[in-house]
């Protein structure tokens, strides 16, 4: 029997549901019961009737899952997958920033620590920060941790001062990719067309015909008439861009944007979690209570936005 087909039995047995991000390896995208983006896979684990949730992502993405479904079994394939930008923002920095700019709302990017979630007014991700900042009540934002992703949002959202916690976070994978990269696939296909990140550099991000979250991304290469794209993100997009959207052309704006905790998992640690049932996600209640409220919060806008 295969892994894929253990997996299938597997999942069956133990009425689980199987989430992966749009980052995962090829073959764990393909055992999945759904592909998304973080705000995606937030509404699908909202949403799920299972009782076990296997998350293949990092674990601020699992940790999100678990506060949606406190009663639910949590698992993650290995527990090491953590995100180098979510670790950057530490409670005791949005704690200091909230003493020092007592009127200003708390919107968080999805990329944090539950325990930081705790403490913010709302959560956003890439897809919907926009929208999320032009809600809020306040003129300033405290808003963390990704600083190109501020950048971004100051550009769409002038009327609000964004202070940054702390104040130059970034994601590494993204932060890397360089405008001489994009110049250098802008050559060698110069028919294609450039979505970025908005976790990419402003340089970047100045460069590009589309900023968009990775399932935007998606969305552009269905609808744009071009046939042609050049990816400024995670090289895992390029597997399911070439499910979803067949026939079209993708390339990645440099091979080395891999992201090596999304890599973490595989097919094996996804059917290891299964049979054994460990690497569970564990929170303390008083966090879980805290931080879905930012949670739903974001939720709730996005429902009535329709921005999924
Ligand atoms: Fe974190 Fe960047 Fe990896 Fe996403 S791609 S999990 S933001 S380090």
Redesign the pocket.
Same mark, same amino acid.
């Given at each position: 029997m295969s892994i894929a087909d253990e997996i299938a039995r597997l999942k069956k047995s133990k009425n689980a549901v199987i989430l992966a991000?749009n980052?995962q390896r090829p073959e764990v995208q393909d055992v999945a019961d759904f592909v998304g983006d973080s705000l995606e896979l937030s509404m699908k684990a909202a949403a799920t009737g299972c009782d076990v949730i296997v998350f293949c992502?990092?674990d601020? /993405?699992a940790e999100t899952a678990k506060i949606l479904n406190p009663d639910k079994t949590v698992l993650v394939p290995d527990p090491d997958?953590? $995100?180098?930008?979510?670790e950057q923002l530490l409670p005791r920095d949005v704690e200091r920033q909230k003493a020092a700019t007592p009127e200003a709302s708390v919107v968080l990017y999805i990329?944090t620590t539950a325990a930081c979630k705790a403490l913010a007014d709302v959560v956003c991700t890439s897809a919907n920060c926009v929208e999320v900042i032009r809600a809020a009540p306040s003129r300033q934002i405290i808003f963390g941790p990704?600083s190109n992703l501020l950048h971004y949002a100051s550009k769409r959202v002038p009327e609000k001062e964004l202070i940054g916690v702390p104040v130059f976070g970034y $994601?590494?994978?993204?932060h890397n990719i360089t405008p001489a990269q994009v110049s250098e696939a802008k050559t060698l296909h110069p028919g294609a067309k450039v979505i970025v990140h908005p976790?990419c550099t402003p340089e970047v991000q100045e460069m590009a015909d589309f900023i968009a979250s990775t399932s935007g991304m998606v969305r552009i290469a269905k609808a744009d008439p071009a046939q042609e794209f050049i990816l400024g993100?995670?090289s895992g997009l390029l597997h399911r861009l070439g499910r979803d959207v067949p026939g079209k052309k993708f390339y990645a704006a440099s091979p080395a944007v891999v $992201?090596?905790? /999304?890599k973490k998992n595989t097919l094996e640690k996804v059917r290891d979690v299964l049979v054994n049932e460990n690497h569970e996600i564990v929170l303390p209640g008083g966090v879980i209570e805290k931080a879905r409220v930012p949670i739903e919060r974001m939720l709730e806008l996005t429902r009535k936005w329709k921005k999924y």
């Open positions: 991000h980052y992502g990092v601020f /993405m997958a953590g $995100c180098p930008l979510s990329n990704d $994601c590494p994978t993204h976790e993100t995670e $992201c090596p905790n /999304m």
